[in-house]
């Protein structure tokens, strides 16, 4: 017999009993549909980890101070201010990985007064332009500042959507003045709305203003060794030169002192983030910007560093790990009901072979070889299988559907997932199908003729 014919045989003697074939693909559409909602809603989840991390600046290396200890007690990270505006222009100048540095000053905690409202933002972020590209952000108005604003310590900032939200009741907050702590600011750009970070804070509840205004105007100068630091906001030179009540320099006039800012030869900053040139180049920006750090601090080798890195790839690596084995999990649980459903089906196929011995017989008796009814048993099952597959697809695909409407949770399509499941629908049919088919064709047609 032809292939074509034998197709035809095999699709006859499903038609004859829709009812069990419909029953029988039964395990084979639910294993399917099991396995194509699990691998979209775990391709969903692992692709808003990476947007999330994105969000955060994609290829981030973060650079913190290390930490300082005072009698035994170790006093954390960022205690020992050991980063300075240096390290920043020797990390660019001497690392061919990096592609742009930030310093960061912190300013927390203050509040935001404008008008008649009174706001204290979740982060007031003291920094250089560079930082919007490291981090993606985007300016929605105005304009970003610039490098000499940031060397005249100017008192400009940008604001996120719900600074904007809260403060300014939703206008456009472009040459608006704001107040924080003693100095007033001149609001110049507005930040695109980024939304929540994957660790739920919102992202757009933000300051960002020069570090030198930010370190002059709000938390005062940092200076000293790794071990002490002294803070001075707008202060006079007798302040962080107080002696044994010897004046150092003759005391300022009162307007002076007001309005000038003492800009000492060293000022820390809280910490460094950069950006690698490409994602293939992040371990190779570590390890260059930890040799300059090094360098840099005069520290012997086989002596602790004085400053902690972190990486977003770390972070990313880890949390797409995590979705990955849930994802497998799922994804092998689906795989028994899978295995479940072909145990159905090579079952209803044995029942099948043994109710049809005799039209097996009478085929083989006018002619047909045991290669056709080994054929037509296993065309028979990979038809059941892949019915079943193409409907477990779709029931899949609308499962997975459901669970974005009312769970809110994120799925991706996945072509891949689709072609595996058609191709395991068919293997399924041909392993389970495979031993009904070949009892099948080793049947003695004598016997078989005389079976009843």
């Not at 222009?89 to 905690?109: D, H, K, M, Q, T």
């Not at 000293?224 to 001075?232: F, I, L, M, R």
Request: glycine share 10%.
């Amino acid at each position: 017999m032809k292939i074509t014919g034998t197709v035809f045989t095999a699709l006859k003697a499903l038609k004859r009993n829709p009812t069990r074939a419909l029953l029988t693909t039964l395990g084979i559409v639910i294993g399917i549909a099991a396995v194509i909602t699990m691998m979209e809603i775990g391709s969903g989840s692992s692709q808003s980890i990476r947007s999330s991390i994105e969000k955060m600046g994609a290829n981030t290396i973060l650079v913190l101070p290390g930490a300082s200890r005072r009698g035994g007690i170790n006093m954390g990270s960022g205690s020992r201010m050991s980063l300075t505006p240096g390290d920043c222009e020797a990390i660019l100048r001497e690392c061919p990985s990096v592609g742009a540095v930030a310093p960061v000053v912190s300013a927390n905690n203050y509040q935001v007064v404008a008008g008649n409202i009174n706001y204290m933002p979740a982060q007031i972020v003291g920094t250089a332009p560079e930082y919007l590209t490291i981090r993606n952000w985007e300016i929605g108005e105005g304009r970003g500042f610039t490098e000499a604003e940031v060397e005249s310590r100017a008192p400009v900032c940008l604001v996120g959507s719900t600074v904007i939200r809260e403060v300014f009741g939703g206008n456009s907050p472009v040459d608006s003045e704001l107040r924080i702590k003693d100095t007033a600011f001149r609001v110049i750009g507005s930040l695109k709305s980024k939304g929540a970070s994957m660790m739920g804070r919102d992202e757009d509840d933000v300051i960002i203003l020069p570090w030198t205004t930010a370190r002059l105007r709000l938390t005062g100068l940092k200076t000293g060794s790794a071990s002490s630091t002294t803070s001075t906001a707008a202060t006079s030179p007798g302040a962080l030169y107080s002696g044994s009540g010897v004046a150092l320099y003759p005391a300022p006039d009162s307007t002076l002192t007001t309005n000038t800012l003492l800009v000492p030869k060293f000022i820390h900053i809280d910490m460094i983030q950069l950006m690698a040139s490409s994602p293939a180049k992040v371990d190779s920006a570590i390890e260059e910007l930890t040799a300059v750090l090094r360098e840099r601090h005069r520290i012997k080798p086989g002596y602790t560093d004085d400053f902690q890195i972190r990486n977003s790839a770390e972070f990313m690596q880890m949390l797409t790990g995590t979705s990955t084995v849930m994802t497998n999990l799922l994804l092998g649980v689906a795989l028994i009901s899978l295995i479940v459903g072909g145990v159905g089906i090579m079952n209803i196929m044995l029942v099948s072979v043994t109710e049809r011995t005799r039209e097996i017989g009478l085929r083989m008796a006018v002619g047909a070889r045991s290669r056709d009814i080994l054929q037509q048993f296993l065309i028979e099952s990979m038809v059941l299988c892949l019915v079943g597959g193409i409907v477990g697809i779709l029931l899949g695909h609308g499962a997975a559907l459901l669970v974005e409407h009312y769970l809110k949770w994120p799925i991706a399509s996945s072509p891949q997932a689709v072609v595996a499941a058609v191709a395991v629908s068919a293997a399924v049919g041909l392993i389970f199908g495979f031993y009904p088919a070949w009892k099948a064709s080793k049947l003695d047609p004598i016997e078989a003729l005389r079976y009843e």
